[in-house]
């Protein structure tokens, strides 16, 4: 019988851990393929700077927040540019949080880790009336289960992962108001309380009165078969773009994140203040809200431009 010795074994190990992270990267870009709005050539570039990161660690993924900034000086010792520079971390806090999400690591070295950009770019949104095109989708269509996750998503504003984990006893009604909320664990494992508008209970109180197959004895509100017991984030993406084809929204426009956006920013435009905006969207700090103000602003700008008789205003 065939024995393998020390180099056959180390070969063994070697070829091995190259095909687990090159299967983790391939994970970590179809969740980017569907959750983010990001070009071909942003997808490739992210991935690109995973793999770097990655030589530089020599494979490994539990590092600190030390291996981190020594990483960024070493990019600076390359000269990178800043935007580049940027556009890396960028991919680091999008991996790290994948990481984190698919419980493949316990602990995020990124969670601490700021560095400014001068140009922080605009996040993507809808109008209002994209939003009610996208509602009007199910005047003709008949999937009970998307209708009630885009009232939540949209209703309540949150995280894609938050919304597909959902929990059958997180939905509750206050005994006072009998108006119902949602209990939702979001990052840090922070509960908070939102309420949910009347469209979306009723979207809830259909689906879960439709007659669907639903695995016996699941704790969760969109159970699936998948590993976790649920829907995942990338099956919920998939669903969102297939309908937005059939409205005609075009793809590189929709993600769950966008109707997140599109939440926080039509709260804002409808008077909502930026510190209930804050707890509703589960932000730790003020100043990531503050993103939405930056939204409002360049909408007034551009209202100005279009209007001729309004072009003195000063904003």
């Known amino acids: 019988m ?33 959750e983010k709005n990001l070009s071909l050539q942003s997808v490739s570039a992210y991935k690109s700077d995973i793999k770097n990161f990655l030589k530089f660690t020599d494979d490994r993924i539990e590092v600190s927040k030390i291996d ?48 400014k950009s001068k140009n922080k770019p605009i996040p993507k949104t809808l109008s209002e009336k994209e939003i009610e095109l996208l509602l009007s989708y199910f005047d003709s269509k008949t999937d009970a289960r998307l209708e009630a996750m885009l009232h939540i998503l949209y ?42 508008n009347e469209l979306a209970v009723a979207a809830i109180k259909n689906y879960l009165t439709t007659k669907i197959e639903r695995p016996k004895f699941s704790k969760y509100v969109f159970p699936s078969n998948s590993k976790k017991g649920h829907l995942t984030r990338q099956g919920f993406a998939k669903l969102l773009k297939k309908m937005a084809v059939e409205i005609g929204i075009p793809i590189s426009k929709i993600s769950p994140h966008v109707i997140r956006h599109a939440f926080a920013t039509h709260l804002l435009s409808h008077g909502a ?43």
């Open 2 to 34: 065939y024995r393998f010795g020390r180099e056959d074994l180390f070969q063994q190990t070697f070829y091995s851990n190259i095909m687990k992270m090159d299967l983790l990267i391939e994970k970590f870009e179809e969740m980017i393929v569907a």
């Open 68 to 115: 981190i900034q020594n990483y960024i000086e070493y990019l600076r010792s390359q000269n990178s540019k800043q935007s580049s520079i940027m556009r890396s971390i960028s991919a680091l806090r999008q991996f790290f949080a994948f990481l984190i999400d698919d419980k493949i690591i316990s602990e995020n070295p990124m969670l601490n880790i700021k560095l």
């Open 155 to 196: 209703g309540a504003g949150l995280r894609v992962s938050e919304l597909v984990s959902l929990t059958m006893d997180s939905i509750v009604q206050d005994e006072d108001s009998k108006r119902y909320v949602l209990l939702v664990r979001g990052k840090g494992d922070k509960e908070r309380v939102v309420p949910l």
């Open 273 to 315: 203040d930026l510190m209930s905006i804050q707890k509703l969207l589960g932000h730790k700090d003020i100043s990531t809200t503050q993103i939405y103000t930056h939204i409002s602003n360049e909408k007034i700008k551009q209202l100005v431009e279009k209007n001729p008789n309004i072009k003195k205003l000063k904003i």
